[in-house]
């Protein structure tokens, strides 16, 4: 047994797996290690790794680099999907001495025998049919608020996607072990949980190792609106194909459900949609943002969506520019679409060039700042209520409205973590929103 010391963690990529970096934490704690932070020194560091973009797999070398000059002789494992698609890859990165895979990641302290430094790093990775369990997960201590993974996998076939390749197929967590974690998230005083998932609008395939539904998104939506102690549930992302008219109006009338919601697009051109083996049309998705505006007139509403994939034309992408444009959204988080590897996309003519992707990326961000503005506007002299963040910024504290409208106020320790009805006021030249409080 080797002497226990401290580690230390770096998580790229998605909520799914801020949740799941902390679970692996934690499996090191209960084991003796202390955790420090990833700028300190440290006998270990973790690197919790993305496969969704090329930027993602170029961060890594650079982490790398960044824990290597902190301490040269540091032991560096790395994990998550990029660890699952290419374990040989990562493993020949210099100072990289341990890479593990989908199933092997939840056990990494039982891999690391000593903290010698390899020559080459050395790989366990199970092949993804094997990963036909499911590790129940989520943050804590690391936020105001939590990240609780409530499904996995995901049996979709998108063409530009890894995320089945890297992470199996879809599966959930039983609904009586997602309300236990949602307690023990609440009994830390955490005001805020953030459902996460691969796909979770899927959730109750695989609830109990078998392939039917034993469960709906709904039911777990339901229960957890029951459970005591929890201020806000919010919804991560989840597919317009799979958020149900019941699930919309029971979360506009619900006691713990905020209305913010954050609904995959990905293209506005139908024709493009089929070719990315998207399971809805754009006017599924119009009729989603009409509902949810009937019931909840100030939910917030992000939109995910991807310029240059292959044969998007300049016709193709002004109809998704201007279908975003005339729909009533709030903001917009926009992919480049990159090459990966096993991909059906990746074999698809009418590439992109470079160029046009970033002035396709750059017309769509301006959008989103557009729309964002507007989305602020609407809400200001409206009485919200905002949680606010731990972290001292430039002499600010920030927080969130329930209906994801971010604002800023002189910082005060005494508002970390608490919620406060407000009104809101006037948008700053920083695009955040000015308040004043409500007198209780």
Same mark, same amino acid.
């Given at each position: 047994?080797?002497?226990?010391?401290?580690?230390? !963690?770096?998580t790229?990529?998605?909520?799914?797996?801020?949740?799941?970096?902390?679970?692996?934490?934690?499996?090191?704690?209960? =084991?003796?290690?202390?955790?420090?932070?990833?700028?300190?020194?440290?006998?270990?560091?973790?690197? @919790?790794?993305?496969?969704?973009?090329? @930027?993602?797999?170029?961060? !890594?070398?650079?982490?790398?680099?960044?824990?290597?000059?902190?301490?040269?002789?540091?032991?560096?494992?790395?994990?998550?999907?990029?660890?699952?698609?290419?374990?040989?890859?990562?493993? +020949?990165?210099?100072?990289?001495?341990?890479?593990?895979? %989908?199933?092997?990641?939840?056990?990494?302290?039982?891999?690391?025998?000593?903290?010698?430094k390899?020559?080459?790093?050395?790989?366990?990775?199970?092949?993804?049919?094997?990963?036909? !369990?499911?590790?129940?997960?989520?943050?804590?201590?690391?936020?105001?608020?939590?990240?609780?993974?409530?499904?996995?996998?995901? =049996?979709?076939?998108?063409?530009y996607?890894?995320?089945?390749? %890297?992470?199996?197929?879809?599966?959930?967590?039983?609904?009586? @072990?997602i309300?236990?974690?949602?307690?023990?998230?609440?009994?830390?005083? &955490?005001?805020?949980i953030?459902?996460?998932?691969?796909?979770?609008?899927?959730?109750?395939?695989?609830?109990?190792? @078998?392939?039917?539904?034993?469960?709906? !998104?709904?039911?777990?939506?339901?229960?957890?609106?029951?459970?005591?102690? &929890?201020?806000?549930?919010?919804?991560? /992302?989840?597919?317009?194909?799979?958020i149900?008219?019941?699930?919309?109006?029971?979360?506009?009338? +619900?006691?713990?459900?905020?209305?913010?919601?954050h609904?995959?697009?990905?293209?506005? +051109?139908?024709?493009?949609?089929?070719?990315?083996?998207?399971?809805?049309?754009?006017?599924?998705?119009?009729s989603?943002?009409?509902?949810?505006r009937?019931?909840?007139?100030?939910?917030?509403?992000?939109? =995910?969506?991807?310029?240059?994939?292959?044969?998007?034309?300049?016709?193709?992408?002004?109809?998704?520019?201007?279908?975003?444009?005339?729909?009533?959204?709030?903001?917009?988080?926009?992919?480049?679409? +990159?090459?990966?590897?096993?991909?059906?996309?990746?074999?698809?003519?009418?590439?992109?060039?470079?160029?046009?992707?970033?002035?396709? /990326?750059?017309?769509?961000?301006?959008?989103?700042?557009?729309?964002?503005? %507007?989305?602020?506007?609407?809400?200001?002299?409206?009485?919200k209520?905002?949680?606010?963040?731990?972290?001292?910024?430039?002499?600010?504290?920030?927080?969130?409205?329930?209906?994801?409208?971010?604002?800023?106020?002189?910082?005060?320790?005494?508002?970390?973590?608490?919620?406060?009805?407000?009104?809101?006021?006037?948008?700053?030249? =920083?695009?955040?929103?000015?308040?004043?409080?409500?007198?209780?």
């Amino acid at each position: 047994m080797i002497n226990k010391k401290k580690v230390a !963690f770096y998580t790229l990529g998605c909520k799914l797996n801020f949740a799941e970096t902390s679970t692996i934490a934690r499996s090191f704690e209960e =084991d003796g290690y202390t955790r420090v932070d990833f700028e300190d020194p440290a006998d270990i560091y973790v690197i @919790n790794t993305c496969s969704v973009t090329e @930027n993602a797999d170029k961060q !890594f070398k650079q982490i790398v680099r960044k824990a290597l000059k902190t301490n040269p002789k540091a032991f560096l494992a790395a994990v998550g999907c990029y660890a699952q698609l290419k374990p040989e890859e990562l493993a +020949s990165v210099d100072g990289v001495d341990l890479v593990l895979g %989908a199933k092997e990641k939840f056990n990494i302290t039982q891999y690391i025998d000593d903290l010698t430094k390899n020559n080459e790093g050395i790989v366990h990775s199970c092949e993804i049919a094997e990963t036909d !369990f499911y590790v129940g997960s989520y943050s804590i201590g690391d936020r105001t608020r939590a990240f609780l993974k409530v499904q996995d996998g995901c =049996d979709y076939k998108c063409t530009y996607c890894t995320i089945p390749m %890297a992470r199996g197929i879809s599966r959930s967590d039983t609904i009586e @072990n997602i309300l236990a974690n949602a307690k023990k998230i609440s009994d830390k005083g &955490i005001k805020e949980i953030v459902l996460t998932g691969v796909n979770i609008g899927d959730y109750g395939k695989g609830e109990f190792g @078998n392939k039917k539904h034993e469960h709906t !998104f709904l039911e777990l939506v339901q229960a957890l609106d029951k459970v005591e102690g &929890i201020e806000r549930l919010r919804i991560s /992302s989840i597919e317009p194909n799979l958020i149900k008219d019941e699930t919309i109006d029971f979360i506009a009338q +619900s006691k713990a459900f905020v209305p913010h919601f954050h609904i995959p697009l990905q293209s506005g +051109s139908n024709d493009i949609l089929k070719k990315m083996k998207r399971r809805y049309l754009r006017e599924l998705y119009v009729s989603r943002v009409a509902k949810i505006r009937e019931v909840m007139p100030d939910a917030c509403i992000g939109v =995910d969506v991807i310029v240059g994939f292959p044969g998007e034309t300049d016709e193709h992408f002004l109809e998704t520019y201007h279908f975003l444009n005339e729909l009533d959204i709030s903001y917009l988080h926009v992919f480049t679409y +990159s090459e990966r590897d096993n991909t059906e996309a990746v074999l698809m003519d009418g590439v992109v060039p470079d160029a046009v992707r970033a002035k396709r /990326s750059k017309m769509l961000r301006g959008l989103s700042a557009k729309k964002r503005n %507007a989305f602020y506007e609407s809400q200001l002299g409206k009485e919200k209520t905002v949680l606010f963040e731990s972290d001292n910024k430039q002499g600010y504290i920030h927080g969130f409205t329930e209906n994801y409208v971010k604002v800023k106020a002189p910082w005060d320790p005494a508002l970390v973590n608490t919620l406060h009805k407000v009104r809101l006021t006037k948008i700053d030249a =920083d695009g955040m929103v000015r308040f004043e409080f409500i007198p209780a």
